[in-house]
Structure formats: C-alpha cells, structure tokens
C-alpha cells in the first residue's frame, strides 16, 4: 500500500480532516489512472467504515467535479437535472428529459451503468439499436442546443475520477457510504453546470438506503454539499419497496417509458416522472408551485411533444430515424426481447399487500439483467412485467407476474417470486411513494 493511501486511511481511521493536498493526488491518481484498483478500494474501504467529515466530503466533491470538464451555459439558461439514487423498475430519466426539455428546460443528463441489482439508464438505452451515450461535452453541449436534452453515460470527460469510483463501489460493498454516494452524485450534477437540481432518494428494503432515517441522512448531505456549489437544489424520499411501475429489466423498461410518452403506461410511473419534473419547473421559476408544475409535465406527455422530443434525442445520439419512429409506435418490435415468457399465477385470492422488489432484483440479476462484477454483461431482454400492484385485489389462479427468461426458471426462482407477492384478506391502500421532501 502507497504511503499516499497509508495517510489518508490512517486519518479517516482516527475521525481526523484528510491532508487537502493528499485527497488531491488522490483524486488525480484515480482520473489519471495511475493509482491501483487495489490501493482505490482499500481507501473506499476505510471511508465506507469510518465515514468523512463535511469539509472531505466538499471537498472530495470538488475535487471530483475539477477533474475533467464543466459545462458552462450562459447564466439565464435553465439547465437542470436529477439524480435517483437507483430502484427496481426506475425508469424516471428515460422520459423526463424529453418531458422537461418540451417545457423549455435544458436537461444535459449524464447518467450510470448498473449500480447494484439492474441495470442503470444507460444500459436501458443501449438496449435501443443504435442508440449511442458515448458523448463528449461538446456533443452533450450541441445536442442540448439542438434539442434542448440528452443522456449520456459517465466518461472519461466529466468527473473521471468518479467513473472509476463508481464502478469500483459497485463490486467491493461500499455503494452505501453516505460521502461517496454525495461525492459521486454532487460531482458529475455540479460538472453539468446545472441551476436547478432534484434528488430521488429512495429507502426501502429494494434501495441502498434501507431506512427512512438513513435516506433523510443521505439527501440532506446531499443537498447541502449541492447547495453550497450554487446550485438550487431539493430532496424527495421516496419508497423503494414495491417495484416501480409495471416493467422491470432493460429493454422492457425502454417499452414502458415509450407507453408513457405516449400518454398511456402506469400511473405509478407517470406519478414520480411528473413529481421530480414538477419539482424542477418550479425551482426553475417556470411553474407557480411544484403542482402547476407536474400538470405541464403530464400535458407533455398527452400531446405529444414529449414524444417527439424523445424521438429527436434517440436520432441525434445514433438511432436511424426509421427505427426511433418504429420505437415510438411498436417498442416491442425493436427491443431485444426475451426467448420465454412464464406467468405466474396467484396461489390464493386476496388484496395484494405487497411485492417485494428486491426478490424481483435479485432474480433479474441472477438472469442478467444487472452485474455481479465491473466487466459484467448485462441482457437487455430479461426482466418481469407486473401486472398487479399493491392495493390490487387479485383471484386465485389469476396472473400477477410475466417473467421474461433465456435460462430456465430454477425452482427456488419460482418459489422465491411466489413469497415476493404477500396478500391480506382486508383492503389494502395503494402505495404512496412520496414519504419527505428536504430542501
């Protein structure tokens, strides 16, 4: 180990403030990549178990955020962006960029690969043929100006020392240390050069952030580290129970967020894209209220525009425009799907209680939906789609889950999703995902 390493985990270790100018050749050995994976993840390591004060914390996420390029935008555009910190069946990004940006905001949204179970957004769009995130900023910059949004993965550009943190987190355990998740967030946001920011962080058991107090702790570092980088910036903890939605896997989630756009898909869907854009409209100064807010997002997605601009995006990052019409009007038909479908049917009648996501995670990963290792490769076909939700009332013998499989269903996978689905004889209230806003 480094005499570099030694000292910083020697002072992480004893609760005492990182030498600013050690944390500084730190960071330049992980963008340079001239630091060891091994000598990386023995210090994620010791800050995952010791934590970091406030003053590391900013100043990792600064650090970070200098280690490659900012965008700059003049100062009266509205440029803005969110950040979930990752669930079963999150969707949100894949629409509310064309949403947002149909509601004059400018959305450069650099997004993850798989961080944990499934697979992030950029391997949800890489399931469309064609569809390019590899970006440089100043194709992120054009393309903004063009269409006013895109999506493009983390990349050697923008924050590098993040990219190599990030995909180190998610094989050594250390996904859930509370300066890490706000250094990794707040550094490539901050990088965007962004005015107005929201935060979906979810808790539950199927989030990194299992309890509502654990959540509340993230956002709020969240927020302030943000914050203090001038951007406007607010938290919504959300629950992470219950799978988001209807579609859960790659390619299957690029056909619900097509049915959305197109006014249709589950209104548990459009419910969270229509919280965080109204919440972003409203920081913006471009709605009276966060309410006034989420209308002119639905109304996006009802009269088409949202659509269109999702269209364009698909164009302009790769997609031939014959197959991004296709996508709009039969998304089926150009997703890689699946090579068996099995339903699952209900073992009693009841009102659903609940479905626990992370059952559904775990069986997903293990077909291939998401990564057990940094050079994993993820199937885009594989997944489940829900066809009831908490609250439902359901018969015996009547389908409740479609898995869509290349590998046989084991018999501990079938057993496993028939105990994720848990019924009550007694009604049961729909979920409600919005538990606390931080500001």
């Known amino acids: 180990m480094s005499n570099l390493i030694a000292r910083l985990c020697t002072a992480i270790e004893n609760g005492q403030s990182m030498e600013p100018q050690d944390l500084a050749s730190f960071i330049e050995g992980v963008a340079n990549r001239t630091l060891s994976i091994e000598a990386i993840t023995v210090w994620l390591k010791a800050v995952h178990a010791h934590g970091a004060s406030v003053e590391d914390t900013v100043a990792l996420t600064k650090g970070m955020m200098h280690s490659g390029a900012v965008l700059s935008w003049d100062s009266h555009r509205p440029v803005a962006d969110k950040h979930s910190t990752g669930g079963v069946g999150d969707k949100m990004s894949i629409m509310l960029a064309p949403a947002l940006a149909a509601c004059g905001v400018e959305v450069p949204m650099l997004a993850g690969r798989g961080l944990g179970h499934t697979g992030g957004t950029i391997d949800k769009l890489e399931s469309i043929p064609g569809f390019n995130c590899a970006l440089n900023p100043k194709q992120m910059q054009s393309m903004v100006n063009e269409i006013g949004c895109c999506i493009a993965a983390q990349n050697e550009a923008i924050a590098p020392a993040d990219g190599l943190l990030y995909a180190i ?59 203090g980088l001038g951007i406007q910036t607010m938290a919504q903890i959300t629950d992470m129970n219950e799978p988001i939605g209807s579609h859960v896997g790659n390619a299957l989630e690029i056909i619900e967020s097509v049915e959305v756009l197109n006014g249709r898909g589950s209104k548990d869907t459009v419910n969270l894209v229509a919280m965080q854009g109204g919440a972003l409209l409203h920081l913006l100064g471009k709605a009276e209220s966060s309410e006034d807010g989420e209308q002119m997002i639905v109304n996006t997605l009802h009269d088409g525009t949202a659509a269109k601009r999702f269209e364009l995006m698909c164009i302009a990052q790769g997609v031939t425009p014959a197959t991004a019409k296709k996508l709009l009007s039969t998304p089926e038909n150009v997703v890689q799907r699946a090579e068996q479908v099995t ?97």
Do not use: Y
């Open 169 to 227: 987190r998610d094989v050594t355990s250390t996904v859930d240390s509370i300066p890490l998740i706000t250094a990794s967030i707040v550094s490539k946001k901050a990088a965007e050069g962004l005015k107005a920011l929201v935060l979906d962080v979810k808790c539950g058991r199927a989030a990194f952030m299992q309890t509502e107090q654990q959540a509340i702790e993230l956002a709020t570092s969240m927020v302030r580290t943000a914050n």
């Open 343 to 439: 339903e699952l049917k209900a073992k009693s009648s009841g009102h659903i209680e609940g479905i626990d996501a992370m059952v559904l995670a775990e069986i997903a990963r293990e077909h291939g939906a998401g990564r057990f290792d940094i050079e994993g490769i993820i199937d885009p076909s594989v997944g489940f789609v829900v066809l009831k939700a908490k609250g439902d009332e359901i018969l015996q013998g009547q389908p409740w889950i479609a898995v869509h499989h290349n590998q046989p269903l084991t018999i501990d996978q079938e057993k496993g999703l028939h105990g994720a689905l848990r019924l009550s004889t007694a009604p049961v209230k729909p979920i409600v995902r919005l538990l606390k806003v931080i500001q």
